[in-house]
């Protein structure tokens, strides 16, 4: 039986700095919010996140996803002021000191401009550029983007998440999305794809995502995958969240195995050896 290719061999311009997806990438995750770095201020704060991602690109991440508000489930909005203060001093730091492209995630126009402006060239949007006015700057910013399914708002997504068809509705919602970022002007090659593992989806509906991930795969757009250390893990298995790396693992492999071309998680150097060998069997003779 034969499983689908991950991508057409392809490389994104991420403003300059190239993502190859010829291969399956790791994408490191930097969180930038008051509990991710211990709270010796804002320049402490900057310091460390910059070492993180040097560690996480020593590590082989292709890609750093620098975020400044919370959508885990149940989190609080924070005003635009804070999100911008926390993650254009640390852009700006990575654009000089990193060799990989930055990715911005944030559901706000205005931060869209500001992290791109100060060198970011992805922007990864857990809200699929539903903000008013998100399509119009992220088509004129010219970055590649990154659509992600989410049923609810973060605060509430996860009170009744309801499906007929889980699969079915997550994809047709995201061609739709993709094909109105087209028409507003941005080019097929730009736009990624992501199901959004936890964000409104009980623990059922995750794993039948994951299960039929090569349908995502299928619309050709490269699929993006964020399973780290989610619930998803902690329902199915009973560990609490510092107990999630070996699964985690197992999860990106799959949705490698399914032809995910990017996945996005916080322990990027076991991950990354791991797609890689899954890669190599799911190539083998090809
Ligand atoms: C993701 C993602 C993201 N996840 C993209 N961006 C988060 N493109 C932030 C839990 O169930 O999957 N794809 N940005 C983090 N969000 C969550 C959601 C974290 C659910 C944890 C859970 O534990």
């Known amino acids: 039986m034969s499983l689908p290719a991950s991508t057409p061999e392809m490389t994104l311009d991420c403003a300059g700095k190239t993502l190859d997806l010829s291969r399956p990438q790791v994408m490191g995750i930097l969180n930038i919010t008051p509990d991710s770095f211990s709270d010796g201020g804002i320049f402490f704060a900057k310091e460390q996140a910059v070492a993180h991602a040097r560690r996480m690109v020593e590590e082989g991440a292709a890609i750093i996803d620098v975020g400044g508000e919370s959508t885990r489930p149940g989190a609080m909005p924070v ?3 804070e999100e911008l203060r926390r993650v254009i001093p640390v ?9 990989v492209p930055v990715s911005i995630d944030t559901r706000r126009p205005e931060v869209m401009q500001a992290a791109v402006a100060a060198g970011a060239g992805l922007i990864n949007d857990v809200s699929a550029l539903q903000a008013p006015g998100a399509v119009e700057v992220a088509a004129r910013l010219g970055v590649p983007v990154c659509l992600m399914h989410m049923q609810g708002s973060p605060e509430t997504m996860q009170q009744q998440p309801e499906y007929r068809d889980v699969v079915t509705e997550v994809r047709d919602f995201l061609m739709e999305r993709a094909s109105l970022c087209m028409q507003q002007g941005l080019a097929r090659e730009q736009i990624l794809l992501d199901p959004g593992f936890g964000f409104g989806k009980t623990t059922l509906h995750n794993l039948l995502l994951l299960q039929h991930l090569e349908q995502l795969v299928a619309t050709g757009f490269p699929v993006l995958a964020g399973l780290s250390r989610k619930s998803m893990i902690g329902k199915t298995l009973g560990l609490a969240v510092d107990q999630r790396l070996y699964p985690g693992i197992a999860l990106a492999v799959l949705a490698v195995w399914k032809g995910a071309a990017i ?18 069997v799911r190539d083998a003779g090809q």
């Open 79 to 81: 005003p635009v002021e």
């Open 91 to 99: 852009i700006e730091a990575l654009r000089t000191v990193l060799a």
């Open 263 to 280: 996945v996005r998680c916080h322990d990027v150097r076991g991950t990354r050896e791991a797609v890689l060998m899954c890669q190599a």
